[in-house]
Antibody, heavy 123, light 106 residues
Framework: QVQLQESGPGLVKPSETLSLTCTVS??????????WSWIRQPPGKGLEWIGY???????NYNPSLKSRVTISVDTSKNQFSLKLSSVTAADTAVYYC???????????????WGQGTMVTVSS | DIQMTQSPSSLSASVGDRVTITCQAS??????LNWYQQKPGKAPKLLIY???NLETGVPSRFSGSGSGTDFTFTISSLQPEDIATYYC????????FGGGTKVEIK
């Protein structure tokens, strides 16, 4: 079955760029049936959608983060990635990657999630 | 922007009880609402999509209803393994999650 796994540094300094990668196994990021999303959850708080990418490279971002977010896809590695620039302590959170869809039936249902990775912003 | 109000923020119930959680949207979102379960330290799990459709493999004691601005999530008979935080999520425009409801056993 399809599995997602986040990877990347667990500690990022303020003002630097947070970079995470999600590796998809058991399925293909090139599937035209799904979007691929990033979602985060600050400690003890709720969920915040960051953005999604389609295999073609088209993206959609949360307006509140749009100026700092870049999501990209590497179909050759079956991965998609998140970059969040100019981070502050407020960006400390568990970051999840998730599959979204199928687009034709339920385009905004997050049906498969990675286990999540904690990223702390601190000097 | 659409606002989502989920209530209550927490509840305590006995095993076997019927549990109800509500989610209210600030404007009509048709049936564009999903429900998730998140256990401590785990990723959320999709339970209900399009307001009332049970995700494959999810026990039938979970159900959802509603359309427009008012939605309800129900556990018909609370089980010990249902202890979790539950989130609604709308997608009329862009995905937005409710604040969550923490369900505990009394």
């Amino acid at each position: 079955q399809v599995q997602l796994q986040e990877s990347g540094p667990g500690l990022v300094k303020p003002s630097e760029t947070l970079s995470l990668t999600c590796t998809v196994s058991g399925g293909s990021v090139s599937s035209g049936s799904y979007y691929w999303s990033w979602i985060r959850q600050p400690p003890g708080k709720g969920l915040e959608w960051i953005g999604y990418i389609y295999y073609s490279g088209s993206t959609n971002y949360n307006p509140s983060l749009k100026s700092r977010v870049t999501i990209s896809v590497d179909t050759s590695k079956n991965q998609f990635s998140l970059k969040l620039s100019s981070v502050t302590a407020a960006d400390t959170a568990v970051y999840y990657c998730a599959r979204q869809g199928p687009i034709a039936a339920r385009p905004f249902a997050f049906d498969i999630w990675g286990q999540g990775t904690m990223v702390t912003v601190s000097s | 922007d659409i606002q989502m109000t989920q209530s209550p923020s927490s509840l305590s119930a006995s095993v076997g009880d019927r549990v109800t959680i509500t989610c209210q949207a600030s404007q009509d979102i048709s049936n564009y609402l999903n429900w998730y379960q998140q256990k401590p330290g785990k990723a959320p799990k999709l339970l209900i999509y399009d307001a009332s459709n049970l995700e494959t493999g999810v026990p039938s004691r979970f159900s959802g209803s509603g359309s427009g601005t008012d939605f309800t999530f129900t556990i018909s008979s609370l089980q010990p393994e249902d202890i979790a935080t539950y989130y609604c999520q709308q997608y009329d425009n862009l995905p937005l999650f409710g604040g969550g409801t923490k369900v505990e056993i009394k």
